[in-house]
């Protein structure tokens, strides 16, 4: 379809302080025309709007693909999938793969099967160590040079503080930046679930929030000594919130992310002791979930990332300790973010700014923008529909999330990657 | 309908009285010499314990056949996961097997409740992990009804290591459910931090203070390798500031009682001469455990 206008919707773009209705005129991909009430005409598909919001594309900095390796769990195509019917186009897939993604090859290997899928942006962050071993660096400056957009050891902390100094200083150097998966693993040795009530009363082997709270300080105390930039990685602790508030306001360069399920969903998955709700850092208590919330409206956390996390079936049947930690969030993100919309926590702009605009900031790309001349890459959702998340609704491959049988309201209708509809829900 | 045991939570106090009462009735009647009977004639119960176990698992076993039903006992490690079996294929395994009861130890907090949702054998948990130990909770009460009569208005207290105490966990829900007060006490090494969430009245870390005045104080066994894990710093120390000995045996009540959930670990939580002592109901414990067994089955079976 040479020419499609999008009719009726509510466009809000930050980017350029655009929130009002809008009719979009696009043709051959390129976003031609913005204007109250364009008139449709013959030849011209016409998508009905109203009552819906459009916004630039999201973006996503942390999701798990799986591959090279562990394409049992998702692969490039099925994540791609996930994301655009999420609302994404870019999506950052982390290291922990098999191999780990700590050679330029690889690096390339994630770019150019993306590009083959060709449904949305997917670009490689690199492994701070080699191997995730947290021991030798990695080619960081090589691996930036075959497109890694930052570094990072995720699923594991970088527990030596030495090396962790000296990543940041490097990946820092040229024009990049490390992220940690805050976790002092002589903390959290063999916990399971978060060190709250529900694991005190179920006999859960507990997970102390002082594992993610002391590396978060750690991490953030380097960012300050050496001027250098240090994301956070699902931040999840009311006290990790207060200690990102305190190295914000002594001028560091820290930013940080939060996950859908840690902005919903509270240790009370355990009731049923079942591994669906394992996942690092684990599902908090209340307070800590108000905590997040709050600090993702007033800016201490600076975006959502879903750290989507597939893991077979098979694999979340395993003993708590066996089982691997994580969730699926890339089609549960707006949803959940809408509904703290509905609660108050913050507007319908500074949802699309945590899912949209913030993120592709992080990572240096120009974040998708709804102007005259540019290429469509833009998502339509209608903020109200519900939908049943489901083993048919959710389109990666592994369907691992205590969402299973539950509604959620805001449902992504178009997805628009490089001037093509890349998803119609 | 109960179709398993997995938890006291999941017990009303008609329940739990129906099964003290069937305990009651096959020991009085042991005693007069019945030794066979026949509830569970044709019956099997498989009793997979991937945790290891000489008192819990001999009790269930013998119980069963006191009953007459056909028990196999399956030992396993609770690495069958490195073999890429997951527990439940495992338990679904036993249960084409066509076992009328699966009596489950694991190492896992919640392993019984998950197998018993994929089962239509009668589940018995014989310890979860740090979970629950619903057995031990039954012939405790039913040690205790014995010489008390009621529960109503008792003062109980549990001293030791309740952060990795399954027997705790149930034993707290129980003496609650029937009307107790319960005091527990150890180093703060050992307790849960969010120990409120484990519905008791005190908590201390003064063993005197928390035996003072008790109906019942019972001793856990204390796990020796848990000094590793800088739970705590020596057993002699432990000992010195938890355990039984003469001085404190004399602060109790006169009709106090003393438990301990077996095997005990002497000179640890109490001087070896205390552990059958003029108070101590530890072998009755054990004695009853049999029958309370027994109570189980048949309450599953008839419920």
Known sequence: ???????????????????????????????RRIDKNIEPFSGCEVIDADEMIVSPSFTDIHVHLRDPGQTYKEDIRTGSMAAVAGGYTTVVCMPNTLPALDDASLIRYVIEKGEEVGLCRVLPAGAITKGRRGKELTEMALLKDAGAVYFTDDGAPVMDSHVMRKATEYAGSIGS???DHCEDLSLSENGVAHEGEIAAALGLPPLPPEAEDTMVARDCIIAIHTGMPVHICHVSTKVAVEVITWAKAMGAEVTAEVTPHHLSLSDAEWLDFDCKAKVSPPLREEEDIEAVRWALSSGI?????????????????????????????????????????????????????????????????????????RKAELTIFNPTESWEVNEESILSKSKNTPLLGRKLIGKVKYTFYDGKIVYKG | MVKDLISITQLTKDHINQIIDYAKDYKNRYHNGETKFSDLRGKSVLLPFFESSTRTRTSFELAGKLLSADTINISGSSSSTTKGETLFDTIKTIEAMQSDFIVIRHSMSGAAYQVAKHVKSHVINAGDGQNEHPSQALLDTFTILEHKGSLEGLKIAI?????????????IKIFKKLGAEVTICGPLTLIPRHVESLNIDYFTTDVEDAIKDKDVVIFLRMQLERQKKVFFSTLN??????GLNQKRVDMLKDDCLIMHPGPVNRGVEMQSELVYGSRSVIL???????????AIYKFLLNN
Do not use: W
């Open chain 1, 1 to 31: 379809m040479d020419l499609i206008l999008i009719k009726n919707g509510h466009v809000i773009d930050p980017e350029n302080n655009i929130n009002d209705k809008f009719d979009i005129l696009i043709e051959k991909g390129n976003i």
């Open chain 1, 177 to 179: 930046f490390v992220a």
């Open chain 1, 301 to 373: 956390i600076d975006f959502v990332a879903t750290d989507h996390a597939p893991h077979a079936h098979h694999e979340k049947m395993l003993e708590h300790h066996a089982c691997p930690p994580g969730m699926i969030g890339l089609q549960f993100a707006l949803p959940i973010v809408l509904e703290l919309v509905k609660k108050d926590y913050f507007d319908m702009k500074r949802a699309i700014e945590v899912l949209s605009t913030a993120p592709a900031r992080k990572i240096g790309i120009q974040p998708p923008s709804i102007v005259e001349g």
């Open chain 2, 159 to 171: 001293i030791g290591d309740i952060l990795h105490s399954r027997v705790a966990r149930s034993d």
């Open chain 2, 237 to 242: 120390e432990y000992s010195i500031k938890y």
């Open chain 2, 284 to 294: 009755e414990q054990v004695e009853n455990g049999l029958f309370t067994r027994m």
